[in-house]
C-alpha cells in the first residue's frame, strides 16, 4: 500500500506570493494533520482535519488555511509569504478509529523556501 | 500548554553499543508518548507508539518505555549500527489529533 504522498517535493517562492501545498493520505485515513518544520527545530502543530472538518489549530497566523476533499486529500494554503515561512511542510493521516491512540503516519514533506 | 524536552541534542557513539535517547514532558494528562525516526530532509518514520496503560513497546532491537508519573520516556537502542544515524525525535499525544514534539536527539553511529 502507497503511503502518505507529498506534492510537490520543493518549491522556491518570493515573499508576498502565495502557495498550495497538497497531501494524500494512506487509503483508508480519513485523519489529515499538517505540521512545520523549521530547520533544527521540531515539527509544530498547524491543523488538522477529520471527514473534512477542521478538528484542531495550532498556533499560526490566518495567512495559513487548509481543506480537505472528499477522497481525503487535503491543501495547505499560505498567503503572503514571508521568509520565517521556510521551512519543511509535513502532513500526516491516521485512521483515529480509536480516539487518540493510533499511529500518525507521516509523507515525505515539502520543502518551501522563500526568498 | 504540553512542553516536550529532549536530552542530549546530540549523541555520537561507536558501532555495537547500547545507547538511551530521553524525552521528558511536563503534562502527564497524555493518551500516548511517539518515537520517530527523521533521516536528513525526509520525512518522519514511526518506530514506536506507547499508549497511556502501557510501561514500554519493543520493535527489534529498539525499547522504548514510559513513565507518566515522572513524566518521561526513554528510547533503548541496542548494539547500535551506521545506519542508526539519524535524528529522533519523540512526541506526546493529549486530547486531540496534535502532536507536541521536541526538538530531537541527533544521534551518530560510527564505524
Known amino acids: 500500500d502507497a503511503g502518505v504522498t507529498q506534492s510537490p517535493t520543493h518549491l522556491i517562492k518570493t515573499r508576498g506570493q502565495q502557495v498550495t501545498l497538497r497531501c494524500s493520505p494512506i487509503?483508508?485515513?480519513?485523519?489529515v494533520s499538517w505540521y512545520q518544520q523549521v530547520l533544527g527545530q521540531g515539527p509544530q502543530f498547524i491543523f488538522q482535519?477529520?471527514?473534512?472538518?477542521?478538528?484542531g489549530r495550532g498556533n499560526f497566523p490566518d495567512r495559513f488555511s487548509a481543506r480537505q476533499f472528499p477522497n481525503y486529500s487535503s491543501e495547505l494554503n499560505v498567503n503572503a509569504l514571508l521568509l520565517g515561512d521556510s521551512a519543511l511542510y509535513l502532513c500526516?493521516?491516521?485512521?483515529?478509529?480509536?480516539?487518540?491512540?493510533?499511529?500518525?503516519?507521516f509523507g515525505p514533506g515539502t520543502r518551501l523556501t522563500v526568498l | 500548554k504540553q512542553e516536550v524536552t529532549q536530552i542530549p541534542a546530540a549523541l555520537s557513539v561507536p558501532e555495537g553499543e547500547n545507547l538511551v535517547l530521553n524525552c521528558s514532558f511536563t503534562?502527564?494528562?497524555?493518551?500516548?508518548l511517539q518515537w520517530f525516526r527523521q533521516d536528513p530532509g525526509k520525512g518522519l518514520t514511526s518506530l514506536l507508539l506507547?499508549?497511556?496503560?502501557?510501561r514500554e513497546q519493543t520493535s527489534g532491537r529498539l525499547n522504548a518505555s514510559l513513565d507518566k508519573s515522572s513524566g518521561r520516556s526513554t528510547l533503548y537502542i541496542a548494539a547500535s549500527q551506521p545506519g542508526d544515524s539519524a535524528t529522533y525525535l519523540c512526541?506526546?499525544?493529549?486530547?486531540?489529533?496534535?502532536?507536541?514534539f521536541g526538538k530531537g536527539t541527533k544521534l551518530t553511529v560510527n564505524p
Open positions: 512526541a506526546s499525544q493529549g486530547g486531540s489529533e496534535k502532536l507536541v
Open positions: 506507547i499508549q497511556s496503560s502501557q
Open positions: 503534562d502527564s494528562a497524555i493518551y500516548n
Open positions: 482535519y477529520y471527514e473534512k472538518e477542521e478538528r
Open positions: 500526516a493521516s491516521s485512521s483515529w478509529t480509536s480516539g487518540f491512540t493510533d499511529t500518525q503516519y
Open positions: 487509503s483508508g485515513h480519513k485523519s
